[in-house]
């Protein structure tokens, strides 16, 4: 974590915030543990308020509400984890072993063209080791990469170091309830999330507060929903997404957006050198009323 990104965006206490009544309390640098190459790799950031502390893990702040829940799960799992293996292909695999499955060249090329554009601050929520954050931020002042999985990001993080890529923030955060505050982004991507989370709907409404007037939107889906993940009653088809960004179905919501492209891409992830899951994504670039 480079420590002059905290003051482009500002992270905020998850567990004193107000956003009800506009009040948020701003994370500041507390103790440093170890620095390489200016990020640091080890510390914490602190509450000025509250007094709550979140730990830098292999140079990602981990800023959760249950934080202590959180970290004791993370602390049993390998690293990195069979998932993260797994997408670490699939985000950067070899183009030589891409050829036998073109659809992902075609999937990681349409995601890049639909997000073109010159961005302040851009998000990528459910960023995993981050490709697509990557190809964001070269495109963008600041960009922050938000997941769950801290193994993935972890990598993404030294992938950074690597390649001396200096405008971006890898944070795990829950993407239903992100430590931040409203009207920050110019762009926000989540894909391959919305069939990842509890609540869909919720996922949008955060992007959408996230998001300024006039900012874009992409997210891309499968709709591969799972009831261990997702209550069947959450579940959404492309007709709701479409309908809810326009306003036209599920009022509630209160979105409103010009639908700017939608398309649908193949990817296909490579499970073991004998299984492989080919999904069909909804893709999907609206903009902000």
Same mark, same amino acid.
Request: charged share 25%.
């Given at each position: 974590?480079l420590?002059?990104?905290?003051?482009?965006?500002?992270?905020?206490?998850?567990?004193?915030?107000d /956003?009800a009544?506009?009040m948020?309390?701003i994370?500041?640098?507390?103790?440093?543990?170890?620095?390489?190459?200016?990020?640091?790799m080890?510390?914490d950031?602190?509450?000025?308020?509250?007094?709550?502390?979140? /730990?830098?893990?292999?140079?990602?702040p981990?800023?959760?509400?249950?934080?202590?829940?959180?970290?004791?799960?993370?602390?049993?799992?390998?690293?990195?984890?069979?998932?993260t293996?797994?997408f670490?292909?699939?985000?950067?695999?070899?183009?030589?072993?891409?050829q036998?499955?073109?659809?992902d060249?075609?999937?990681?090329?349409?995601?890049?063209?639909l997000?073109?554009g010159?961005?302040?601050?851009?998000?990528d929520?459910?960023c995993?080791?981050?490709?697509h954050?990557?190809?964001l931020?070269?495109?963008?002042?600041?960009?922050?990469?938000?997941?769950?999985?801290?193994?993935?990001?972890?990598?993404?993080?030294?992938?950074?170091?690597?390649?001396?890529?200096t405008?971006?923030?890898?944070i795990?955060?829950?993407?239903?309830?992100p430590?931040?505050i409203?009207?920050?982004?110019?762009?926000a991507?989540?894909?391959n999330?919305?069939?990842?989370v509890?609540?869909?709907?919720t996922?949008?409404?955060?992007?959408?507060a996230?998001?300024?007037?006039?900012?874009?939107?992409?997210?891309?889906?499968?709709?591969?929903?799972?009831?261990?993940?997702?209550?069947?009653?959450?579940?959404?088809? /492309?007709?709701?997404?479409?309908?809810?960004l326009r306003?036209?179905?599920? /009022?509630?919501?209160g979105?409103s957006?010009?639908?700017?492209?939608?398309?649908?891409?193949?990817?296909?992830l490579r499970?073991?050198?004998?299984?492989y899951?080919?999904?069909i994504?909804?893709?999907?670039?609206?903009?902000?009323?």
């Amino acid at each position: 974590m480079l420590i002059k990104l905290l003051e482009k965006i500002q992270l905020v206490c998850p567990q004193c915030r107000d /956003p009800a009544k506009d009040m948020y309390s701003i994370l500041a640098m507390n103790d440093i543990d170890e620095i390489s190459s200016e990020h640091v790799m080890t510390g914490d950031l602190k509450c000025p308020d509250c007094g709550s502390k979140y /730990p830098i893990i292999g140079g990602v702040p981990c800023i959760l509400k249950d934080i202590d829940i959180w970290q004791a799960k993370v602390n049993e799992e390998p690293d990195p984890d069979p998932v993260t293996k797994i997408f670490n292909e699939f985000h950067y695999g070899k183009l030589e072993d891409l050829q036998d499955w073109p659809d992902d060249q075609r999937y990681w090329s349409a995601l890049k063209e639909l997000s073109k554009g010159n961005y302040l601050n851009s998000l990528d929520l459910g960023c995993s080791v981050g490709r697509h954050t990557f190809e964001l931020a070269e495109m963008s002042d600041t960009t922050l990469g938000i997941d769950l999985r801290l193994s993935s990001l972890k990598l993404a993080v030294i992938r950074q170091i690597e390649h001396d890529v200096t405008n971006i923030l890898f944070i795990a955060a829950d993407a239903l309830d992100p430590p931040l505050i409203a009207g920050m982004f110019d762009h926000a991507s989540a894909l391959n999330l919305l069939d990842n989370v509890r609540y869909p709907l919720t996922l949008m409404g955060q992007m959408n507060a996230l998001l300024k007037p006039d900012g874009q939107m992409l997210l891309a889906t499968p709709y591969a929903w799972q009831e261990n993940i997702t209550p069947s009653e959450e579940w959404l088809t /492309p007709d709701d997404v479409i309908g809810a960004l326009r306003g036209s179905t599920l /009022p509630q919501c209160g979105f409103s957006y010009n639908i700017l492209a939608e398309e649908d891409q193949g990817w296909t992830l490579r499970n073991n050198e004998r299984q492989y899951s080919h999904y069909i994504s909804h893709i999907v670039k609206a903009k902000k009323n």
